[in-house]
């Protein structure tokens, strides 16, 4: 029969939910754990939130995500439409150490322009006029004759020639943005550029003056553009100017220049007041920063987008490949120039970085950091921060770093993807480090509360098992008194000859609600009963010793008949029953002479009579009623049975029958009659009591029991005739 518990378990207690003992914080702790350390969070992630808009708008780890951004998915190589002739170490070893005479240098680009190309870029500044021109060799010889500087001065000067050359071709020449002057052969000259708006000429990176080529030489060209990079922190080149403010005047990049020279007409810069969108060029816009900057998609290096200066000059089919390309001459020779580190990790020469804008104008591949893409930085590190700050303490503690990692890897992973299917640059770092500090601060927070919790835990445990352990003693004592209530044989005259009787009790708990009883009433006849009360633990016990008391004073009342016995035990037990228990109860009168057992069935399961050694086995059925206290003045009906010499009587409770395994299977009447059939038929009511308890607890096979376990058995034998 279950029943709840009604004596706490202190173990169940001490698996409470935390809150429900209180954080032992004090001070400084009680301050930081405020509300869980929610609003310690939200106070970080405030200071982040205003650290991140007000010095952190450009920042290294920012740099290093669009590294890693280019370096997983750099930009593939598609165009042809650039080509840089290298003046290389070949070139010098064959035509002579740089700098070569700028005749050279013409029949460079004279070259080039025969063998079609659109335009030609020369990434070299001619600072100071040619000191091979014959002109100038007479200024620094010693008393040279007048017959010698006469002819020398005849001859045709070196600058001339080369800008008579590049006045023929559309040539762009390079110029030098200057940080802190004017700059050599200055002022820049007036360029095509255009403005949507006027305000817009604000926005531009600004240089105070360049330094061009010498006069002659930069005033044949067609165009002229600025080399310049922006050069980070990290010297990296990761933007160029599309247009720039020199000495006041815009002046395009390089290769802007040179695609505006191969299109022809203007370059118009466009946007909207406080922001570039980006530049026009033909039938080509050129998306931008907002401040006129463009980031340059770097593909690997590429071999082929370079030829040789000495094969251009001496090879036809080599000069006549420039067709339909941009060419570029530039400097790549081993200590002529400082060379460029991209955001790839591979160091270049300057003027593959102009080469690779070409290249990635003419595939429309552009990498794009909108305005938005910065509110939607801030929400994300708000998204994060509120994440960390309201989820975390509701987390166990070994789950919170999991969930930060997890959420900061789907965080960089966005901009990742958004990068790789876009083209999109978002920076996911400063949500990300936000994020990893404000993370750090809740689980810091979490495991001060943790902390706190399990010591108030422990001081709540500590009192549970002091009350555990004095409950235990009453409990101990409970049980001894209980089971002390229980007669033994000792307090039965010798009656061996014809009963053999054994009878056992075990609790499912300290304590518990089954009863048995046996006593003899006269020299011949013995009353015994076996009792189940509808409950477990202490209210089941101490109705158990009542209703076993009560029980045998009705009979110790010189009530003689077992019903009448029955009846008065209902009345009595039943007045002293606040708590609405009742009991099941086989109870019976056996003449040790006759072996005549009157019984009446209250409830209980039916008592087994067998033959040991037999496979007859029948139950004691009829005499039946309610369970005691059930229903008041029930005419409980008495029963009989005679008993064959021999014969034996089990009479349990159902923690025998109920008895379950850990699948849940239970001992149940088949096995119980399969054990009964197996006795020899020696048994007595020892060896039934013994075997059945423990084949029981085979079955069980350590799993809690289910109720108490009650056996009664005994065994009728005629008396003998010579007994007096």
């Known amino acids: 029969m279950a029943d709840p518990a009604t004596v706490t378990d202190p173990a169940s207690a001490a698996n409470q939910n935390p809150e429900d003992i209180g954080p032992d914080l004090r001070g400084f702790r009680a301050i930081v754990g405020f509300w869980r350390g929610r609003a310690l969070g939200l106070v970080v992630l405030a200071l982040c939130l205003i650290i991140d808009i007000a010095f952190l708008t450009d920042n290294p780890l920012r740099r290093e995500l669009y590294d890693v951004s280019q370096q997983l998915m750099p930009r593939p190589v598609e165009s042809d439409l650039p080509v840089i002739v290298a003046i290389d170490e070949r070139s010098i070893a064959e035509i002579g150490q740089w700098p070569w005479p700028r005749t050279v240098v013409a029949d460079l680009i004279d070259r080039m322009g025969q063998g079609g190309a659109i335009t030609i870029g020369v990434d070299v500044l ?245 305005d938005w893409t910065r509110w939607l930085e801030l929400a994300a590190l708000i998204a994060v921060g509120l994440i960390f700050v309201f989820v975390v303490p509701v987390l166990p503690l070994k789950a919170g770093v999991p969930l930060i990692i997890l959420v900061l890897a789907l965080t960089v992973g966005g901009g990742l993807v958004a990068y790789a299917t876009e083209r999109v640059f978002v ?54 008194i209980q089971l002390g209530l229980l007669p033994g044989l000792d307090t039965l005259p010798d009656i061996s000859a014809q009963l053999s009787l054994a009878a056992m009790l075990e609790p499912a708990r300290d304590v518990g609600g089954d009863l048995y009883d046996f006593f003899m009433i006269d020299d011949d006849r013995l009353f015994l009963s076996v009792g189940d009360v509808s409950g477990k633990g202490v209210p089941a016990s101490l109705f158990m010793a009542i209703s076993k008391a009560l029980c045998k004073s009705a009979v110790l009342r010189d009530i003689v008949e077992i019903d009448e016995i029955m009846m008065a035990a209902n009345a009595e037990i039943s007045r002293e029953n606040p708590n609405m228990l009742f009991v099941t109860l086989f109870a019976g009168i056996l003449n040790l002479r006759t072996g005549h057992l009157d019984y009446c069935n209250a409830g209980h399961e039916p008592p087994l009579v067998f033959t040991p050694g037999s496979d007859d086995i029948r139950l004691i059925e009829g005499g039946g009623g309610p369970p005691v206290c059930v229903m008041d003045d029930f005419p409980y009906m008495a029963d009989s049975v005679d008993l064959v010499p021999g014969e034996m009587v089990l009479i349990t409770t159902d923690g025998i029958g109920e008895a379950m395994n850990h699948d849940g299977e239970l001992y149940g009447n088949d096995r119980l009659y399969d054990l009964v059939r197996r006795l020899g038929s020696d048994a007595v009511s020892d060896e039934l009591q013994d075997t059945l308890y423990r084949d029981v607890k085979v079955h069980a096979d350590g799993a809690p029991a289910s109720d108490d376990i009650t056996i009664m058995a005994f065994r009728w034998m005629p008396p003998s005739p010579n007994r007096g």
Request: glycine share 10%; proline share 7%.
């Open 427 to 480: 920076d996911t770092i400063g949500a990300a480090v936000s994020g990893v500090i404000t993370g750090i601060a809740m689980l810091t927070v979490t495991l001060m509360i943790a902390n706190a919790h399990r010591k108030a835990l422990g001081l709540h445990l500590q009192r549970q098992r002091e009350e555990r352990a004095r409950l235990q003693g009453e409990l101990d004592a409970a049980r001894e």
């Open 126 to 370: 001619f600072l100071d006029p040619d000191r091979q021109s014959p002109r100038h060799i007479t200024a620094r010889m010693d008393d040279p004759p007048a017959g010698v500087v006469s002819y020398l001065q005849s001859l045709p000067d070196y600058d001339e020639e080369l800008a008579a050359t590049i006045a023929q071709w559309p040539v762009v020449l390079g110029l030098g943005g200057t940080r802190s002057r004017a700059g050599f052969n200055g002022p820049v000259r007036a360029f095509p550029v255009a403005f949507a708006d006027p305000s817009l000429k604000d926005l531009l990176v600004t240089f105070p003056g360049a330094d061009q080529s010498v006069e002659q030489v930069s005033r044949s060209a067609t165009g002229q553009g600025l080399l310049n990079a922006i050069e980070d922190p990290d010297a990296i080149i990761r933007r160029i100017p599309a247009v720039a403010l020199v000495d006041g005047r815009p002046v395009p990049a390089f290769a802007l220049e040179m695609l505006r020279v191969a299109l022809g007409g203007l370059l118009t810069v466009k946007g909207t007041p406080g922001r570039i969108d980006g530049v026009q060029v033909g039938d080509w816009f050129v998306p931008t920063e907002s401040d006129g900057t463009i980031y340059v998609p770097f593909s690997p290096p590429f071999a082929s987008r370079y030829v040789s200066a000495v094969d251009v000059l001496r090879d036809d089919d080599v000069a006549l490949s420039l067709e339909g390309a941009i060419a570029m001459i530039g400097l790549t020779g081993q200590g002529l120039v400082d060379l460029q580190t991209s955001p790839l990790r591979f160091r270049a020469p300057g003027i593959d970085v102009h080469a690779q804008l070409v290249e990635a104008i003419h595939e429309e591949y552009y990498i794009s950091r909108p």
